[in-house]
Nanobody
Framework: AQQLVESGGGSVQAGGSLTLSCMATGYMYSSKCMAWFRQAPGKGREGVAGIHDGVASTTYAESVKGRFTISQDKSNNTVYLQMNRLRPEDTGVYYC??????????????????WGQGTQVTVSS
């Protein structure tokens, strides 16, 4: 069965760090993008970071550039999101997502990709 399993959320103070991980199983794309999206309370879902497995190209939202790093371990189809210098505005539910082809991080349409169950990240000031 196709599945995305996330882990690593939690609560930290501003300036702290967290690492999220997401393992994909059952997907047979010849090329794919794995990405992280987040949804803050009362707001829409937004793309945070994506990585395409072809050439390991990455893309980031402007708000996280220089603070977050996305990486992948192809041997076990796992993607990681290292989040440093966290801010209260980074608070939200973080979702792992997968789609064949391009990342299209700017388009959070839920029909464009499969989603994980989400993991909560809370950053206190």
């Amino acid at each position: 069965a196709q599945q995305l399993v996330e882990s690593g959320g939690g609560s930290v103070q501003a300036g702290g760090s967290l690492t999220l991980s997401c393992m994909a199983t059952g997907y047979m794309y010849s090329s794919k993008c794995m990405a992280w999206f987040r949804q803050a309370p009362g707001k829409g879902r937004e793309g945070v970071a994506g990585i395409h497995d072809g050439v390991a190209s990455t893309t980031y939202a402007e708000s996280v550039k220089g603070r977050f790093t996305i990486s992948q371990d192809k041997s076990n189809n796992t993607v990681y999101l290292q989040m440093n210098r966290l801010r209260p505005e980074d608070t939200g539910v973080y979702y792992c997502a997968i789609r064949g082809g391009r990342c299209l991080l700017e388009n959070s349409d839920v029909s464009l990709r499969d989603w994980g169950q989400g993991t909560q990240v809370t950053v206190s000031s």
